[in-house]
């Protein structure tokens, strides 16, 4: 939950309200993904290292055996005590497999406007991010028609927009969610890219299967430590992550989008027109996959291990793996596990210890998708708030999330309400406000649940049939 936002750009978001300072309400949203038990997986028992190994004419090599690897934790040689070949299906097959691989697809549909006047955005962006834009739907659309293979499962997702469509392998309704992402332009400093990255890379480590994300963007802006941090998630998580410039020919090799490839084990494709192919390189499951296996040190040090695989066979291989692994403590590991909210909203457990009210609305994005839209109305006047430096504060999170019939998160957003209002403002919000979530999935029958929490704990929770159509 890290997309901070001021409120008053947020009015679709909060509803009706009184002009407050930017400084008194701020809202922070993103999609929600519960934190489960294997997210961050130890890797006491076995590190699995999947290596893909290419002729110098990039063609995938599948005759190699055990002994045609070597492998290396920190410097030192380790026996490979488990080994397979993965072949993939062939592209285009019936998608009736049990889940194989999860990808998800994130596109940039933010652009930097710097002419702002006064906070207030223009209109429409510029043509050329437009375009950009475009570019990569198109080719991503023709990547979901023609190069799934089975097994594989796509969601959707636009660096402002969020979470577009759920975890499916229905093509017809991923594309038609993929034509209503469009761009959105913002101020210089309003929007952190790689915050959404980060939150993508937390919700694939909670799918099954072998994980990837495919990012397409026209650059990012370099921070070295979030980099960091995100290359780090991903590793703990199993997460690939692929990049794509969508700034075409003429784009630099090394650049943050190069680098979060380079660094998780994934492709880079850049100074290339061809996005289709793009698309097609990245997103595609490689048609042969070596898994390699090792026990690691006996006692996990909580630090990151540096791998290397070096392929003995006669030949100019280019080797592809991920670069390291974390062998995180058990201490670090109920850290990161450790997230109370999660516990709510999978539960069934009531609650009604907040001034909240919930409302349910059947929705729509654009032309063929379904949503709900869950409208919280806040009682601000009823809320315990601390009053510091003539301020009154208090802290919120709101939660919505459709459940399948067997529980399972099919979507779910959350948004984190910080208040820190002086006292006229408190006064003129004595209505209340309403924080609304949108959420789109596949038609179906799906229970709705709502939680709303504030910082001492206390929640309002509820659990609602929803059916959509």
């Known amino acids: 939950m890290r997309h901070l936002l001021y409120a008053c750009l947020l009015a679709a978001a909060l509803g009706a309200q009184p002009k407050i300072g930017p400084d008194e309400l701020r809202i922070a949203y993103a999609p929600y993904y519960p934190r489960q038990a294997e997210t961050f997986r130890t890797e006491a028992q076995l590190v699995d290292v999947t290596v893909v190994v290419r002729d110098i004419h ?9 002994e045609d690897f ?13 080994f397979s070949v993965r072949t993939a299906a062939p592209a285009g097959a019936p998608q009736n497999a049990a889940p194989t691989r999860s990808i998800a697809l994130l596109f940039d549909d933010i652009f930097l406007d710097l002419s702002c006047y006064g906070g207030v955005l223009r209109p429409r962006p510029p ?43 229905d093509i017809p309704k991923l594309v038609a969610a993929l034509e209503w992402l469009t761009a959105h332009e913002v101020c210089p400093g309003q929007f952190n890219k790689l915050n959404a990255i980060e939150d993508v890379v937390d919700y694939l480590g909670t799918l099954p299967g072998r994980r990837s994300l495919v990012f397409t963007s026209l650059g990012l802006g370099r921070n070295r430590i979030q980099q960091d941090e995100i290359v780090a998630h991903a590793l703990k998580a199993g997460v690939v992550i692929h990049t794509l410039n969508a700034a075409g020919v003429g784009s630099l090799a090394y650049t943050p989008l190069g680098d979060l490839a380079e660094s998780t084990g994934g492709q880079y494709f850049h100074n290339n027109n061809d996005f289709d192919r793009g698309f097609r390189e990245l997103g595609m499951a490689p048609e042969t996959e070596y898994a390699l296996g090792f026990v690691p040190e006996a006692v996990p040090d909580g630090g990151y291990h540096k791998l290397a695989v070096r392929v003995t066979a006669a030949g100019r291989n280019a080797v592809v793996y991920r670069p390291g692994y974390y062998a995180p403590s058990k201490q670090e590991e109920a850290h990161l596990r450790e997230r109370p909210i999660d516990r709510i909203v999978m539960s069934a457990e009531a609650g009604s210890a907040l001034p909240f009210s919930i409302t349910a609305l059947g929705d729509q994005i654009g032309d063929a998708v379904p949503a709900v839209s869950v409208v919280a109305h806040i009682d601000v006047k009823a809320l315990e708030f601390r009053h510091r430096a003539g301020r009154s504060e208090q802290r919120l999170i709101f939660v919505a999330a459709l459940l399948d019939p067997q529980r399972n998160v099919v979507i779910g957003k959350q948004g984190v309400l910080e208040f820190n209002l002086k006292d006229n403002s408190l006064a003129a919000l004595a209505n209340g406000i309403n924080a609304t979530l949108t959420l789109p999935a596949p038609p179906g029958s799906y229970a709705l649940r709502t939680v709303v929490q504030q910082s001492d704990g206390r929640f309002t929770a509820s659990t609602k049939p929803v059916e959509l159509r």
């Open 58 to 66: 990039g063609r995938t090599v599948n005759s190699l055996t055990r």
């Open 127 to 169: 043509a050329p991010a437009i375009g950009a834009l475009l570019r990569m739907k198109a080719a991503a659309v023709k990547f979901l028609r023609d190069n799934l293979r089975p097994g594989d499962r796509v969601s959707l997702f636009g660096i402002w927009s969020g979470q577009v469509f759920p975890l499916s392998a």
């Open 70 to 82: 070597e492998l290396y934790d920190r410097g030192r040689k380790r026996e490979i005590t488990a």
